[in-house]
């Protein structure tokens, strides 16, 4: 359940997966694995038909100590997305303004970022940015723990 096979930069996690009765190869990039900021990581694996989700538990000698099954997942897309420009700044919900003002400014910024700029609180520009981003009004990309926003087109 838990043996390891190395292929260059990625290792090869072997396992069950109770959600379909089957065992399953799960390849998880050896940086991630070894860059890792504590043990266990969680690896979650995308797969099957209906989807379902497998989370592996893995240590910092890529042993499986354990495994958890989602059984619903929910991807988000972002829908047609319409670049935020000088005309939304107007129509925008005034409490994001500024937000919005400093993404324009930045092109592309985590909530940290553009807390420097508009002196609230990161948490509370996250908050904001993801309300922006449901607007359709942004991009965004996760990147470990937090969301990185760019103005749609800067990326692809
Ligand atoms: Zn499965």
Redesign the pocket.
Known sequence: MSKAVDIEDTVTLRTY?H??K?D?NVMVSRAIIDNAKSYPISHAHL??NPA?I?ILYVDSQYHIRGTELSETVTVERSRKVTPLNAMILLRIPPRYKRTAMAMLKLHQANAREVATITGKKPKVESYYLGSIFRLGYLERTRIKNFYQYSLPGLVG
Do not use: A, I, P
């Open positions: 997966c959600g379909c089957q399953l797969h099957g379902h497998l």
